[in-house]
């Protein structure tokens, strides 16, 4: 019976990097139209943003299971500040992106191994990407963690 929960718990992570992944695969199908050089500039930002997503699927699945823990105790006012404090976390880290995405992008491509051409594209593409993570953040937090409050919040 465990097992099931288990499950249950990585269910949604699960599901979300398959989505992000084809996401990524309809996105390079379309800029493989462009050329190689654009293609390796999505494959490092590509790499960049999943990091990102693992990042913000695994802070919504950790908090998933204290809101279902709480909920199911019956403390419901423990679940209303733990959905709180995720969606002010989803705020914050919104707020981080942003910055990333003025200030970082150039260092965290040249991390990777950018050089000409890729670097521009790569730079381009998530700073666009990044300056946009607020739906990312808050989306994700919200959506994923109100059904496990009990519907209450939807």
Excluded: C
């Amino acid at each position: 019976m465990s097992e099931f929960y288990e499950w249950k718990l990585a269910a949604p992570m699960m599901i979300g990097r398959l989505l992000q992944d084809l996401f990524s695969m309809v996105d390079l199908y379309f800029v493989g139209e462009l050329g190689h050089v654009e293609v390796a500039a999505l494959a490092i930002a590509g790499t960049v943003v999943a990091v990102l997503a693992m990042l913000v699927q695994g802070i919504a699945v950790g908090t998933m299971a204290f809101i279902a823990h709480f909920t199911g105790e019956g403390n419901h006012e423990m679940s209303d500040i733990v959905l709180g404090q995720t969606l002010i976390l989803g705020i914050i880290g919104s707020g981080v992106m942003l910055l990333v995405a003025l200030f970082l992008v150039d260092p965290i491509l040249k991390l990777f191994g950018a050089t000409g051409d890729v670097f521009v594209y790569a730079g381009e593409y998530l700073k666009i990407n990044f300056a946009f993570a607020i739906s990312v953040f808050i989306l994700e937090s919200y959506f994923s963690l109100a059904p496990d409050a009990g519907g209450r919040y939807m």
